[in-house]
Nanobody
Framework: QMQLVESGGGLVQAGGSLRLSCAASGNIFSINAMGWYRQAPGKQRELVATITDGGSTNYADSVKGRFTVSRENAKNTVYLQMNSLKPEDTNVYYC?????????????WGQGTQVTVSS
């Protein structure tokens, strides 16, 4: 089993910045994609940004130009730098990691961290 521990959430005013971190630990073999998703109450979890072990990134249209995803493979850690935050960015943010195994992929989720943006 692999564990994901997120940190960095909190309360910020609109226009401000936050940086989320997510560190993987435990039985780590080969992590492929890592990334961030968010979920508001009563809504489906949605992609925010992902990054592969090769550095390819993917962003939701709503965060392009404002958020930057990065990772340190040696530390098995993924980051999300969030700038120009808007009230609509208020959500619980979840870290996700896909681990390659022989013939299948294991999917792990963090416990979530709350981000609140006040207007």
């Amino acid at each position: 089993q692999m564990q994901l521990v997120e940190s960095g959430g909190g309360l910020v005013q609109a226009g401000g910045s936050l940086r989320l971190s997510c560190a993987a630990s435990g039985n780590i073999f080969s992590i492929n994609a890592m990334g961030w998703y968010r979920q508001a109450p009563g809504k489906q979890r949605e992609l925010v940004a992902t990054i592969t072990d090769g550095g390819s990134t993917n962003y939701a249209d709503s965060v392009k130009g404002r958020f930057t995803v990065s990772r340190e493979n040696a530390k098995n850690t993924v980051y999300l730098q969030m700038n120009s935050l808007k009230p609509e960015d208020t959500n619980v943010y979840y870290c996700k990691a896909d681990q390659r195994r022989r013939g299948y992929t294991e999917v792990y989720w963090g416990q979530g961290t709350q981000v609140t943006v006040s207007s």
